[in-house]
């Protein structure tokens, strides 16, 4: 799945945002590290994002599915 980001330049390097992942956030000295950077930030997100999930319907005795978008 592709996700939009948002680099911004500054005096260190890029700053890099995914604004479908709120608080998803990263850096880098080059445009090419903060890209990767990203990448690891959003499957990370994605694997706590997951695992709340799962956490969550637990304590509601709810079952956890997926749908494709």
Known sequence: M???VILIK???GFAVSCPALPGCWSQGKTEKDALA???E??????EVAEEDARREAERETGTLTEVTV
Not at 41 to 46: G, M, S
Request: aromatic fraction near 14%.
């Open 2 to 4: 592709k996700y939009p």
């Open 10 to 12: 500054s005096d260190e």
């Open 37 to 39: 950077n990203i990448r």
């Open 41 to 46: 930030a959003i499957q990370l997100w994605l």
